[in-house]
């Protein structure tokens, strides 16, 4: 029903703004746009470059744009006139145009910049990006302007982001929503759930340039992603020569952080070599305090387990990442892109439990210490090839990804029974996994010129392939027995086949995009130890499309719709359970069904600035992590379950407030009202809620080297499923110094203020309930120098990360 409401509107939409514009285009002026390319010398294109659209009378600024990642500039819906084009930038010379008539659509072609000859010395001009920024299908986060992210983690600079919540498992929602995919510079990254959390942990903001919280993607996307995509964008070195950057973190919380990392850039002629290494030392906690009670048929209270969990985690992490591209003709660019994340984890676990009575009277309790050392092993290699056929905008690219990741894992947990006095129970765990993903993937684009319209299309391919093998020992008599119960090898393969095609196109005031992705899958999963296994064969088709209209220089509305889809992560579909304490277990679901969401968001902007978004999804077979009784009295297991449905609808409003010269300030707020329906463990689940989020992130400039900024952040009660999580909110304060012509920068910074950052939830089902409360390490002073290096000479070529997909999310 929600498929044929949002087609609907969507063709409703087209037919009213195309009427609303035949009409406007008798009552208003014609308008044009002015088009064209910046590149080097050696064709490389010119990214990132200032350029400016003057009156050709009196040079007055009419239109103020970046050239993108191809150096590509538009201006648009500009009334016929006399006009100059010119260039601003610290790596090229100023260009200007000579005078141009505009009385029809104008591209320039392309345009051969000079490198700058002279060393540019500071100003006194103080340009600041704001850390959020809203655009029309995506909410930007600057990362690399943001103080108070200076020696923070991936993860903790995601927490400070505008509608994005994680909870106490390190499940991340974005607006409410789970089902997010991850990417790193354009390429699904190979994990989800606590093994994603892992990775954002062990990526330093200090890599990060911007990122991007894309909410209704186009069809060249991957399907999947029920609630949208989040690409993390790392920093580059965009200038010939040999140039980069080198940073040193040191934070000391309750347990203290170290992170050194660097980058670099080399282009000479043909040859560009980049690469980047960050190595990570974190120690950090967890406190989580749980009550749970149990009750029988009749809803009657039969006893609660008591827990203070305590768990330390120490990492040593080293991200590394080399490439090169070499350009065989000034159209053909081929490369070769390496990376590798290598980790070894020592965690220790400290949970002391207490059982008692329906009558509130001490039935039981018992210790339970544990050792574990978790090591990822994660290595990926891709080969691209880029060719511009020819200078209409016609362009071919294909890539070829393998990636292996490898996983061990060794437990020791001991229980010592307090009450009532018993042996000790000792088990020993064995992880073994292995992961294997290579794909294939042609992408073309063809400019249709006679409509002014542009095609996309393309083809992809994944294989993958799941090996896990875990083994769970008793040692309680000093020898090896193994546990059966707990133990199992879970093999899992899965072949997906996907094709697209999306055509969009622009008027003055009118601009239409319109997709459609088709994927087979086929998978197949084996449990060897009890010889079960399942056979999933299934072909989906995924429309996108997003209208756009300007009314004025004052107002512009845009819809945008979709459907996408969530399949479960390797790990969520792997049945083997892992032993937390004797009475606490998580498991996979080798059942679970992928989530379908079909979503449609209208979005209103005012002045370029004030932005207004209203939304509605729904999705069907929701994926939610369930705690419910386990077989064993007082006993309790988490798994992925599918939930008939959950409805979605959202209000956000995002203004910046600017005072003189001295204050930038910006500030998004979020409602919305997520509705659960179905039944899960013997339970009907009705719940919903109207859940309030504001983020605001303020700089105060104190001159042109001096710079303070404070960000807070509230969230009020929310659900999620069965979850009841109270409200939650954090104050970030942080100071930087440039130093040396703006070469090098200091920055002091204290996340969590008032050591507020925590999480608390209520839960109830049929026989069981609990409530947690969790703290981590985030109340952390951080000290961080980066220190630019190198001369430059002009603009390298674009640097390519991959092209495998959905699956890599899904790993781990």
Known sequence: MMKRLSIYAFVMLIYVTTYINNAFSQTTPASYAIKGTFATADNSPAKDVVVQLLTAADKKLVKLEYTDAQGNFNFDRIPAGEYLVATQSMAYSPWLSAPITLRQTTQLGTIRLQPTSTTLRETNVVAVKPFIQQQYDKTVLNVASSISAAGSTALEVLQKAPGITIDQNDNIAMRGRQGVLFMIDGKLVPMSGQELANLLRNLSANQIEKIELITNPSAKYDAAGTSGIIDIRLKKGNSSGTNGNASLSYGQGRYPKLNPSFNFNSKL?????????????????????????????????????????????????????????????????????????????????????????????????????GDNHPQRNNGSINLNYKHKLDTTGRELSLDLDYARFTSSETQNYTTSYHYPVKPSYVLYGDLQGDLLIRSVKADYTQPLKAIDAKLDAGIKSSWVKADNDVRFFDRSNGTDILDAGKSNHFIYDENIHAAYLNASKKWPRLSIQAGLRVENTNAKGVQVTSKDNFDRHYT???????????????????????????????????????????????????????????????????????????????????????????????????????????????????FPITVGKWLNSTNDALVYYGEYKGDLVNTHLNASRVTFSFNSTNTVIINANTTLEITGSYDSPSYYGFLDLKDFWFVNIGAQRQLWHKKASLKLNLSDVFGSSRTSAFTRLTGYGETFLQRRDSRVLTFTFNYKFGKSTGNSSSKKTGGAEEEKRRAG
């Not at 490439?323 to 949970?351: E, R």
């Open 540 to 654: 989906q088709f995924f429309p996108s499309g997003y209208i756009g209209y300007t009314f004025n220089k004052t107002h512009d509305l845009g819809l945008s719709v979709s459907r996408r889809i969530n399949r479960p992560s390797y790990r969520d579909l792997n049945p083997f359970k892992v032993f937390l304490d004797p009475l606490t277990y998580a498991t996979g679901n080798p059942y679970l069904n992928p989530e379908i969401t079909e979503s449609a968001e209208l979005t209103h902007t005012f002045l370029e600035k004030y932005v207004t978004k209203i939304g509605f999804s729904t999705t069907t077979d929701n994926i939610l992590m369930v705690l419910s009784p386990d077989t064993l009295p007082n006993s309790v297991i988490q798994t992925g379950r599918n939930l008939a449905r959950y409805n979605y609808y959202n209000f956000s409003f995002s």
């Open 269 to 369: 002629k043909r040859v560009n070599i980049f690469g980047s290494y960050n190595y990570a030392f974190r120690q950090d906690f967890n406190d989580l305090t749980i009550e749970r009670q149990f009750y029988d048929n009749n809803n009657e209270y039969t006893g609660s387990n008591n827990y203070q969990n305590f768990f330390r985690h120490s990492t040593n992490s080293h991200n590394a990442r080399i490439g090169a591209d070499y350009s065989l003709t000034s159209d053909i660019v081929v490369g070769i892109v390496a990376n590798g994340i290598f980790s070894k984890n020592d965690i220790t676990t400290h949970s002391d439990g207490q059982s008692l009575d329906a009558h509130q009277q001490k039935a039981g309790s018992f210790l339970t210490l």
